[in-house]
C-alpha cells in the first residue's frame, strides 16, 4: 500500500473511532445523570463493582486506565451517596474493597433497564447485525477484542469478557 493511501485510510479510521467515541461518552454521560449520578465515570466504577464485588481500587483504575488518586475520589463520592461500601482487606490492610449496597445494586438494575434505550450504539449495532447477518456481526466483535488487546495487551482487556461472562450468568439467574 502506498503512504498516500495509508494515510488517508488512517485518517478514516481515526476520525469513524472519534466519532463513535464521542456519542459513547455522551451516552455514558446521559445514563449517569438519569440515574442520579455525579458522573458517566461513577456509572462505569458501579457495572466493574456489580460484576466484581469485592474489587480493589487498583484494580479499577488500572481496568479503566484511571489514575487511582480519581477513582478514590468517585468511590468516596458514591460511598456519600449510599452506593458502595469499602472495607480493608484481611490480609493487607493497605488494600481496600469496594462493594455495592442494595441502593447501588438498584442503580445498575436500572441501569441495565433504561441501557437499550439510551445508549444509541445498541440500535446501530442491531442494524449492523439486520443489515449484514449474524456472523458478520460476531466478526466485528472479535475485530473489536483483537484491537483492544493489540493496543492494550491481553490482560488489560481480559476482564471486560469475564464481566460479560459474569453478566450472561447473571442475567440468567
Known amino acids: 500500500m502506498d503512504y498516500h493511501n495509508q494515510s488517508q485510510d488512517l485518517h478514516e479510521v481515526l476520525n469513524t473511532l472519534r466519532a463513535i467515541a464521542v456519542i459513547n461518552k455522551e451516552d455514558w454521560e446521559t445514563a449517569a445523570r438519569s440515574l442520579g449520578l455525579d458522573s458517566a465515570v461513577q456509572l462505569n466504577i458501579l457495572w466493574i463493582v456489580y460484576c466484581y464485588e469485592g474489587v480493589r481500587v487498583t484494580q479499577i483504575a ?7 488518586s480519581s477513582v478514590v475520589i468517585h468511590v468516596k463520592k458514591m460511598m456519600e451517596k449510599g452506593l458502595v461500601t469499602i472495607e480493608k482487606s484481611d490480609k493487607d490492610g493497605r488494600v481496600v474493597n469496594v462493594y455495592l449496597t442494595e441502593k447501588g445494586k438498584g442503580i445498575i438494575e436500572k ?5 437499550p434505550e439510551v445508549f444509541r450504539i445498541t ?51
Request: glycine share 4%; aromatic share 12%; charged share 35%.
Open 62 to 68: 488500572e481496568w479503566t486506565f484511571w489514575h487511582p
Open 111 to 115: 441501569s441495565k433497564v433504561q441501557a
Open 123 to 173: 440500535r446501530a449495532l442491531e442494524s449492523l447485525e439486520e443489515r449484514y447477518g449474524r456472523n458478520v456481526s460476531a466478526l466485528f466483535f472479535e475485530c473489536l477484542d483483537f484491537l483492544a488487546e493489540e493496543l492494550h495487551g491481553s490482560e488489560k482487556i481480559h476482564w471486560l469478557r469475564e464481566s460479560e461472562d459474569k453478566m450472561r450468568r447473571m442475567a440468567t439467574m
